[in-house]
T-cell receptor
């Protein structure tokens, strides 16, 4: 069964550093998403991406965040200058858009900002 | 605006007992409702979804949920718990069944005792 993959599984970084979280969506999918889950809190929507542009973003997704689909297979989330409060599990999701489909989630990247 | 509330952050049952995980929603438009499960160190996996075709929805692993508009509820049930059901369960709401963002509840951790 096809699956969404994410790398790395864990990342530790210093406050103020840039991080790039990578996702490989399912190959024929057209819509891509990033969600995050701060420890002990709910899963929150960050951004959706379709047709090579952001289709919707939450208020969490400020100027420190950016997304990119650099090569037609990867989908990345960049945090330019990490803050302590960016520590969370980040999930990538994708969907093809056909009526019977729903979003498929990756296993997540656990980011720890020190 | 849409939101979901999951009552009970932890639920414990004995193996073979009924599982009932509660979810109430708020939505200004007809909602699409989902239950996802997260096993340790894994991503979110879709259990079932409500898309207005039928109020009683059957999902994987013997789970089902009933959409009750009058109660704005979408509770998840399973007649007989199995040890392998121990996981975190998330209720979510969306404006569509595939491409719109998912809005999650805070999750319920299910423990199953022998």
């Amino acid at each position: 069964e096809p699956e969404v993959t994410q790398t790395p599984s864990h990342q530790v970084t210093q406050m103020g550093q840039e991080v790039i979280l990578r996702c490989v969506p399912i190959s024929n999918h057209l819509y891509f998403y990033w969600y995050r889950q701060i420890l002990g809190q709910k899963v929150e929507f960050l951004v959706s991406f379709y047709n090579n542009e952001i289709s919707e973003k939450s208020e969490i997704f400020d100027d420190q965040f950016s997304v990119e689909r650099p090569d037609g297979s990867n989908f990345t989330l960049k945090i330019r200058s990490t803050k302590l409060e960016d520590s969370a599990m980040y999930f990538c999701a994708s969907v093809g858009g056909a009526p019977q489909e729903t979003q498929y989630f990756g296993p997540g990247t656990r980011l720890l900002v020190l | 605006a849409q939101s979901v509330t999951q009552l009970g952050s932890h639920v414990s049952v004995s193996e073979g007992a009924l599982v009932l995980l509660r979810c109430n929603y708020s939505s200004s438009v007809p909602p699409y409702l989902f239950w996802y499960v997260q096993y340790p160190n894994q991503g979110l996996q879709l259990l079932l979804k409500y898309t207005s075709a039928a109020t009683l929805v059957k999902g994987i692993n013997g789970f089902e949920a009933e959409f009750k508009k009058s109660e704005t509820s979408f509770h998840l049930t399973k007649p007989s718990a199995h040890m392998s059901d121990a996981a975190e369960y998330f209720c979510a709401v969306s404006k569509s069944y595939n491409t719109d963002k998912l809005i999650f509840g805070t999750g319920t951790r299910l423990q199953v005792f022998p």
